[in-house]
């Protein structure tokens, strides 16, 4: 079973920046898509963006594409946050795919993973 550790949140100033990373460990990390998600308080968990396991297709929700970027390494996903607003205050989740080799797409739902990590919390005053 994958266990995941999120690190890297913080309280940021609106318009300012963060970068998350996740470490994802029991599997082997390379060759598995990899997903963020977040929950704002009273809200349901909802998708942000995810990597295919080579890093070469990326997907957004609308509301950071031109703000977020995710992006991998051999060891971790990190989620690169600029242009900060009140509206991103939330818990940050990294999540895998269930099959190898996964295209990233298709990562959205909460009901296609099994268990997430701590989470990292990112609150940005305005």
């Known amino acids: 079973q994958v266990q995941l550790v999120e690190s890297g949140g913080g309280l940021v100033q609106a318009g300012g920046s963060l970068r998350l990373s996740c470490v994802a460990s029991g599997r082997t990390f390379s060759i598995y898509a990899m997903s963020w998600f977040r929950q704002a308080p009273g809200k349901e968990r909802e998708f942000v963006a995810s990597i295919d396991w080579s890093g070469g297709s990326r997907y957004y929700r609308d509301s950071v594409k031109g703000r977020f970027t995710i992006s991998r390494d051999s060891a971790k996903v990190y989620l690169q946050m600029n242009s900060l607003e009140p509206e991103d205050t939330a818990v940050y989740y990294c999540?895998?795919?269930?099959?190898?080799?996964?295209?990233?797409?298709?990562?959205?739902?909460?009901?296609?993973?099994?268990?997430w990590g701590q989470g990292t919390q990112v609150t940005v005053s305005s």
């Open positions: 999540n895998q795919d269930r099959q190898p080799y996964g295209l990233g797409s298709g990562m959205e739902l909460l009901s296609h993973y099994d268990t």
